[in-house]
């Protein structure tokens, strides 16, 4: 693996330039009421865990596929599919959330939320012992993710009232808050949906 070479998981978000509706940014919380819960019902499911619940990320094919990996070194595609499209559905509802796209969710158009990582070659590109310990690997991730999560909610606050007052969402604070999608769903493919054995970086950029 090349350490320059672009990290495989790739997120950004669309930066919204024109007015936003703060109709529906005052009422956010109340809005996104509907697709949260049809969010949970699909996370929630318990199928990929045999109804219960594992590393954290419940409603992706977790479990299965680190015992493929190990035993079998295969990773089946259509696993892989359901985890990339389960974690661009949850980053919709994420942005949404966030007030950074004032479109509602979509259960399978991509709308303004990019993300996009490789299919994996489980026999050539990934170790099959490593999807043993990435859970620990990633511990100081979930650290820094726990005090950058603190910083987002306040952010989000602050931007909720100057949408109020502007109807624009500060470039600034955007580009944050799309920094820590970004390393979030790095950490999560690296230590949950395993389709990489690169570590993720410790920022916030591309």
Request: proline share 8%.
């Amino acid at each position: 693996m090349n350490p320059d070479a672009p990290y495989p998981v790739q997120y950004s978000v669309d930066y919204p330039d024109r007015p936003l509706n703060r109709l529906t940014t005052l009422f956010r919380l109340f809005m996104v009421i509907p697709i949260a819960i049809v969010l949970a019902l699909i996370e929630g499911g318990g199928y990929a865990y045999g109804g219960g619940r594992a590393a954290g990320a419940v409603g992706l094919v977790v479990l299965p596929t680190l015992l493929l990996i190990l035993f079998r070194q295969k990773y089946p595609r259509w696993w892989f599919d359901w985890n990339l499209e389960l974690m661009r559905f949850s980053a919709r509802v994420g942005v949404y959330l966030a007030l950074m796209e004032d479109r509602y969710p979509s259960t399978d158009e991509h709308q303004a939320v990019h993300l996009e990582f490789p299919y994996p070659d489980a026999r050539n590109d990934l170790n099959r012992w490593l999807p043993l310990v990435k859970w620990l690997l990633a511990v100081p991730h979930y650290v820094v993710l726990f005090f950058l999560y603190i910083a987002a909610f306040f952010v989000v606050i602050a931007a909720w009232f100057v949408i109020l007052f502007t109807g624009r969402f500060p470039r600034g604070m955007f580009d944050f808050l799309v920094g820590v999608g970004r390393w979030t769903n790095r950490v999560i493919a690296y230590a949950h949906v395993l389709v990489t054995d690169r570590y993720p970086p410790f920022r916030l950029a591309p």
